[in-house]
Each structure stands twice: as structure tokens, then as C-alpha cells.
């Protein structure tokens, strides 16, 4: 028998821990998981926004790497 349709796997939020910081690798949430974790407690320098190239990065709020 088996299944009769074709299932779609996504990756929704990617998240990488190294050095005591969060990169964000993918955020494919409607909230925008950065603002989440500053908003649980987490500081703006331990958060890179990976998905931006390091040039970008400098002109954030966020740490840069």
C-alpha cells in the first residue's frame, strides 16, 4: 500500500551555538526568532545573524561574529 501522496520536508529555523553565542543560520518564522530571544533575556552581542555575510553584520544590532 504505502502513502499516495509525496511528503515536503523545510528546515523552518536553523540555530547554531558556538563560543556562548546563537548564529542564526535560517529563521523562517513570522515572529523573527532574534527579537524572541532578546525579549526572553538573551543579549543583542550574543546573537549573530548568520544569514547575513559578516560585511552586513556591522550594521546591526547584533553581535557581528
Do not use: N, W
Request: aromatic share 6%.
Amino acid at each position: 500500500m504505502g502513502l499516495s501522496y509525496k511528503r515536503i520536508f523545510g528546515c523552518v529555523l536553523h540555530l547554531d551555538i558556538i563560543d556562548g553565542k546563537i548564529g542564526i543560520q535560517h529563521d523562517g518564522t513570522d515572529i523573527g526568532i532574534a527579537d524572541e530571544l532578546v525579549a526572553l533575556g538573551v543579549p543583542k552581542q550574543d546573537i549573530v545573524l548568520a544569514f547575513h555575510a559578516p560585511s552586513m553584520r556591522k550594521h546591526t544590532e547584533f553581535a557581528v561574529d
